[in-house]
């Protein structure tokens, strides 16, 4: 990771918004028996915070104390009810364990480098993607399956920013072949949406299979600083996603 890549993702502070849609239907709410079911959302992105959490204890604890201790199931319904719509059970799950994280004592980051938005500034991202005014911009090139109509998509909910032009998402309305709840990169300098899994409870699975993998790492200038910063090999660095291995594909 560059210099000027660290030093934009420390120095900005953004928001972002928090919507969704569960990876089988919004309508489709889990039953009370269903929490006990390895495979469902909830118990999915419980165990994949579990994981993430024991390496973090290890590897980065400064940048587990920077995570937020999880929001009020009335502050997620408050946020459902601002914006008009109701999230997915992996969604809830997400910031029900964690609302998002802080800079306090440590300016850490979290997904692919990125850092994870806390609900109030997830409901600010959105507010700030759909201003009055704000024109349609093209989507330049995007994985099958997301729809190209505009940058700005009012249905593309962010939840990790990278303090630039990325951000991760996820998509409530995807085009033809997609999934309601995929998980998207939106690359605002190059106009470019990459589909990262098909839901959030996936996303998080690959998350800590890059972890437990050895893919990502603390980077050393942060660390001469005093901070655990969390930097990824260029394999699947989705903020360079033009060098990666994994993401090049839609590279000019």
């Known amino acids: 990771m560059d210099d000027a890549k660290l030093s934009r993702r420390k120095a900005i502070l953004v928001g972002g918004a928090l919507l969704a849609a569960g990876c089988s239907g919004t309508e489709d709410k889990l039953a009370p028996a269903d929490n006990d079911n390895p495979d469902s959302p909830k118990a999915s992105v419980r165990s994949s915070w579990r994981k993430i959490e024991e390496w973090l204890s ?10 937020n201790v999880g929001a009020p199931a009335a502050a997620i319904d408050a946020a459902e009810r601002d914006l008009g719509c109701q999230m997915p059970e992996d969604w809830r799950e997400l910031y029900l364990t964690h609302d998002g994280m ?13 850092t994870f938005l806390s609900l109030s500034r997830a409901v600010r991202e959105r ?15 995007s994985d099958p399956g997301v729809r190209k109509e505009s940058m700005h998509n009012r249905s593309w909910i962010a939840f990790a920013h990278d ?10 309305d995807p085009g033809s072949g997609g999934t309601a709840g995929q998980v998207i990169f939106t690359d605002h300098a ?20 890059d972890l437990e993998g050895g893919r990502y790492y603390l980077n050393r200038e942060a660390l001469g600083e005093g901070h655990e910063f969390l930097a990824c090999d260029q394999e699947i660095d989705i903020v360079n996603w033009h060098r990666s291995p994994r993401w090049q594909h839609l590279a000019r």
Request: glycine letters at 8%; aromatic letters at 6%; charged letters at 20%.
């Open 58 to 67: 290890n590897k980065a604890p400064k940048i587990l104390r920077n995570l």
């Open 102 to 114: 802080n800079d306090t004592g440590n300016r850490g980051n979290l997904f692919y480098g990125m």
């Open 190 to 209: 190059d106009d470019t949406v990459i589909l990262l899994a098909s839901c959030l409870s996936d996303f998080l699975r690959d998350f800590v299979c």
């Open 127 to 141: 507010a700030n993607n759909n201003a009055a005014g704000v024109q349609p911009i093209p989507v330049r090139a």
């Open 163 to 172: 303090g630039g032009d990325t951000l991760l998402r996820v998509d409530l």
